[in-house]
């Protein structure tokens, strides 16, 4: 886990903090499922690209171009 650092808006600040003591959390845990929630997604559909991206690299002979993959599947775009 990497360490960060953040400026809020005060009354954004005072209202983290409130709902973190209502959920008996830490107001970085409050953040960190904000932030898994919003962006989750997002960061898994970048790490994805980037493995793809290295695989490729590593072997670009395991890989068909587009054409040939619409010649294969008969596909006419």
């Given at each position: 886990?990497k ?8 009354e954004t ?58 010649r ?6």
């Open positions: 886990m360490r960060t650092m953040i400026y809020l808006p005060d600040h005072q209202g983290l903090r409130k709902l973190a003591f209502e959920a008996n959390t830490s107001l970085a845990e409050l953040i960190r499922k904000a932030v898994q929630a919003v962006y989750g997604e997002d960061i898994e559909d970048i790490r994805d690209m980037e493995e793809a991206i290295a695989e490729y690299k590593a072997h670009p002979e395991s890989f068909v171009s587009l054409d040939e993959l619409r294969r599947k008969k596909v006419n775009v």
